[in-house]
């Protein structure tokens, strides 16, 4: 498989899903799936930081999960409590500094403190920023935004009609993080399912009908591949594109096409 370094995406989004599915084929229960669906994590990390992405975002818990029958809800957050407990080591040895985005008032406190002291001691890791979108909505999110410009036009910090995207950008979860340029989802659904609404309006989309737990390196190459025949245009016509040259309004903003280089993309 043929892949261009110099034309990674600086951020992939991942929705894995199919961790039932995968378990309903073997006559396991679901948190089987979900246990197994995170060594593929572990995986896809390291294809992230062997192959040089510096920003992988999971769609680990919607605010939607937790519909599902409590002793599934129950074992997610236990594995994730496991995964904080046991990960650091690896975490420090690929240099990956771990975040999360989200809602953290109902995550179960015990987890929040430690999710916050693993992000606190990987803070200065640099190889890859690992984001995990816990108790995570897009719309939501896009309201707490919004919420938040509100009060600071109360507050007399800036007034309603300054507000621009970029602006408004800036009271997301992911203020600091560029937009993902490559959104996957594994599971065979077609949809974006509340993730990252704001953020993915430029982003490329990939579908495969490969189970999460299934998700190896391999299919994550040909993502990357697949993500690499596209053109992305940002507005702008298959001409201007070949010519090169940043878009004059829309698209990422001017510090991500310089860092993506995607006057040839
Ligand atoms: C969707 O599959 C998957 C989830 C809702 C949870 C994903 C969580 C993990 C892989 C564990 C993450 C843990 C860490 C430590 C990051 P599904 O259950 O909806 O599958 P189905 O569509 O086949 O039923």
Known sequence: MNLDLERLPRHVAIIMDGNGRWARQRVRNRVFGHRKGVETVRTIMTCCTDVGIPFLTLYAFSEENWNRPGKEVKALWQLLERYLASELPELIKNRVRLRHIGDDKNIPPHILTRLLAVENETAHLDALTLCLALNYGGRQE???????????????????????????????????????????????EIRVSNFLLWQIAY?????????????GKVHFLEALAEFQKRERRFGRTGEQVKKGGRPAHGGPSAADVSLTGSGSR
């Open 203 to 215: 982003a490329e989309l990939y579908f495969t009908e490969v189970f999460w737990p299934d998700f």
């Open 142 to 188: 896009i309201a707490r935004a919004a919420r938040l410009f509100a009060a600071d036009v109360k507050n007399d910090v800036c007034s309603a009609d300054q507000l621009t995207a970029e602006r408004f950008s800036r009271y997301l979860y992911s203020s600091d993080t560029p937009d993902p340029d490559l959104v996957i989802r594994t599971g065979g």
